[in-house]
């Protein structure tokens, strides 16, 4: 790799002196251009130095898991309000800038001062997005062994933690979720519960026959909240009551009929 002429290094320097070198075939008058460019070219062998003792300070492998944080942070301020604040969006802002003046080199330390709170921040987003999802299955799961429902598909979304991270490290070791994922996941899990039932539900009233009439009475009926409640949205007591109100209906008329309900 030329570290020179990679465009995040050496923002001071336009480039132009080395291609119109580079661009002269005969010798005469490449020397003639280097005499020209002579003041340029001490600066760029300068800089050259610095740039090795920031190779073999190792910070270029910092940059990449630098850049694949900010990436991931940028995703996960779809999903993470923590990650929208405004100081979030401060340091990247900076970070941003450095490289956009390819600058690395030169403001590293600064670089690394904003890198840090960033890293940390999203690091607890993180992990309180994985223990959300945690507790999230392990409920469902609870709730399916309960009604003996197997629950072998949940089990990529029950890693109990705690995470432990390694440098850089942006996703959990075990489960390798990306927190976008873990999000959509935890937004999913009633979802999912009720899918499960029904998928239940369809396999015993296949080993059953035609159910109920086969003596195989259903225990339960699954009474999914978004289907029963009309009132969508609840401003007052008033509302509040309608929606409960509709509620109570749904599960009572299931009551009736001698199965229990089951909320997803
Ligand atoms: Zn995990």
Not at 245 to 255: H, M, N, T
Request: proline share 3%; hydrophobic share 40%; net charge negative.
């Amino acid at each position: 790799m030329n570290y020179l002429t990679c465009p995040i290094f050496g923002g001071q320097f336009s480039g132009a002196a080395i291609e119109t070198l580079q661009a002269l075939p005969q010798a005469d008058r490449r020397l003639k251009a280097l005499v020209q460019h002579v003041e340029t070219l001490k600066q760029l062998k300068d800089y050259q130095g610095k740039v090795q003792e920031f190779v073999d300070a190792g910070n270029p492998a910092a940059y990449r898991r630098a850049r694949a944080l900010m990436e991931a942070v940028a995703c996960g301020q779809r999903v993470t309000p923590t990650l929208s604040a405004p100081e979030v969006n401060g340091w990247l802002e900076e970070l941003r800038a450095i490289e956009t003046h390819r600058e690395l080199v030169e403001k590293w330390g600064t670089f690394a001062q904003n890198l840090h709170p960033l890293l940390y921040r999203y690091q607890t987003a993180y992990e309180a997005l994985h223990a959300e999802r945690q507790a999230a299955y392990a409920a469902v799961k609870a709730e399916l062994d309960a009604l003996a429902i197997p629950t072998e598909t949940l089990a990529d979304r029950l890693c109990a933690g705690p995470v432990t991270w390694g440098a850089g490290g942006l996703t959990c070791p075990d489960c390798g979720t990306a927190l976008e994922t873990l999000y959509y996941q935890i937004q999913s899990a009633a979802q999912e519960k009720g899918r499960l039932i029904q998928e239940a539900r369809g396999k015993r009233q296949d080993a059953e026959g035609t159910g109920q009439e086969a003596g195989g009475a259903e225990e339960f009926v699954v009474v999914y909240l978004h289907e029963v409640i009309a009132t969508r949205e609840i401003a007052d007591d008033a509302a509040l009551a309608q929606a409960i109100e509709e509620l109570r209906d749904a599960i009572q008329a299931e009551l009736k009929t001698g199965k229990k309900v089951v909320l997803a």
